[in-house]
């Protein structure tokens, strides 16, 4: 399984930019996605999750209301649509997958553990300067 994360780049605060979360050899489709980041120094963090039919999502208090998940899965595909960025956003960027058995019985409440995740993409950089 690879994932392709992809979509950074340096951003001035208040801009934005679309993260793209792809697979090949694999099918999204019946697995639920997180977006987790790590910054510079800090520990991983879990940013947002969408389950396998997109119906149920959840995003991090920092995030919320600025950040957008979204899957398309016909092109076997998950985006991030992050607007208002703010330096604090900075980091590596990380898609991974999750058997939606494994998630979606608890409505997802452990979408931000990491642990509960399978295959990681190899993360893409966001910048965002002040």
């Known amino acids: 399984v690879q994932l392709q994360a992809s979509g950074g780049g340096l951003v001035q605060a208040g801009g934005s930019l679309r993260l793209s979360c792809a697979a090949s050899?694999?099918?999204?489709?019946?697995?639920?996605i997180g977006w987790f980041r790590q910054a510079p120094g800090k520990g991983q963090e879990g940013v947002s999750y969408i389950s396998s039919s997109g119906d149920n999502t959840y995003y991090a208090d920092s995030v919320k209301g600025r950040f957008t998940i979204s899957r398309y899965n016909a092109k076997n595909t998950v985006f991030l649509q992050m607007n208002n960025l703010k330096p604090e956003d900075t980091a590596v960027y990380y898609c991974?997958?999750?058997?939606?058995?494994?998630?979606?019985?608890?409505?997802?409440?452990?979408?931000?553990?990491?642990?509960?995740?399978?295959?990681w993409g190899q993360g893409t950089l966001v910048t965002v300067s002040s």
């Open positions: 050899g694999y099918t999204l489709a019946y697995d639920a």
């Open positions: 991974a997958t999750a058997p939606r058995a494994r998630l979606e019985p608890g409505l997802g409440r452990l979408w931000a553990n990491a642990r509960e995740y399978d295959y």
